[in-house]
T-cell receptor
Framework: EPEVTQTPSHQVTQMGQEVILRCVPI?????FYWYRQILGQKVEFLVS????????KSEIFDDQFSVERPDGSNFTLKIRSTKLEDSAMYFC??????????????FGPGTRLTVT | GENVEQHPSTLSVQEGDSAVIKCTYS??????FPWYKQELGKRPQLIID?????GEKKDQRIAVTLNKTAKHFSLHITETQPEDSAVYFC??????????FGKGTRLSVIA
């Protein structure tokens, strides 16, 4: 069964550094998402991406964040200047589009980002 | 915006008993309600979902019910097994807005 994949599984970085988290969505999916989950808390929406542009973004997704689909398979989340509070598990997800409705979202295994 | 409340935050049941987790939502335009299971250190996995044109959906030992009037939906797990132990998240969306998750319920099934 196709799955969303993410790399790396764990990233440690120093405060102020840039990080890029990578995702390969399921191949026939057209909607892509990034979520984050701070340890022990709920999953929080960051951004959705459709047709090569951001569809929605949350308040968390400020100017320090950006997303890109650099080629036909990868979907990336960049954090320009990491802060301690960016430490979290970052999940990528993807879904098909059925008519005008997005269908079920499938999550990747996550990247644990640790900012020191 | 949408607000999803989930209860209880923790739930312990004996193996073989049933478990019920409840969620309420605030946006009457919400029309899609998935449930995710997250085992420790792993990805959230979709286990069942329901759309607003359906009142109940069942898949083997799990079922979800939706009451649109009261704006609440529930996850029911029957004949619980130790491998059902995990954190369960409810979520909702309108189709034009992002998924909003509840805070999660940590289910422990005691053998």
């Amino acid at each position: 069964e196709p799955e969303v994949t993410q790399t790396p599984s764990h990233q440690v970085t120093q405060m102020g550094q840039e990080v890029i988290l990578r995702c390969v969505p399921i191949s026939n999916h057209l909607y892509f998402y990034w979520y984050r989950q701070i340890l022990g808390q709920k999953v929080e929406f960051l951004v959705s991406f459709y047709n090569n542009e951001i569809s929605e973004k949350s308040e968390i997704f400020d100017d320090q964040f950006s997303v890109e689909r650099p080629d036909g398979s990868n979907f990336t989340l960049k954090i320009r200047s990491t802060k301690l509070e960016d430490s979290a598990m970052y999940f990528c997800a993807s879904s098909e589009v059925g008519g005008r409705a997005r269908l079920e979202q499938y999550f990747g295994p996550g990247t644990r980002l640790t900012v020191t | 915006g949408e607000n999803v409340e989930q209860h209880p935050s923790t739930l312990s049941v004996q193996e073989g008993d049933s478990a019920v987790i409840k969620c309420t939502y605030s946006d009457s335009a919400s029309n899609y309600f998935p449930w995710y299971k997250q085992e420790l250190g792993k990805r959230p996995q979709l286990i069942i979902d329901i759309r607003s044109n359906v009142g109940e959906k069942k898949d083997q030992r799990i079922a979800v019910t939706l009451n649109k009037t009261a704006k609440h939906f529930s996850l029911h797990i029957t004949e619980t097994q130790p491998e059902d132990s995990a954190v369960y998240f409810c979520a909702s969306e309108t189709g034009n807005t992002p998924l909003v998750f509840g805070k999660g319920t940590r289910l422990s099934v005691i053998a």
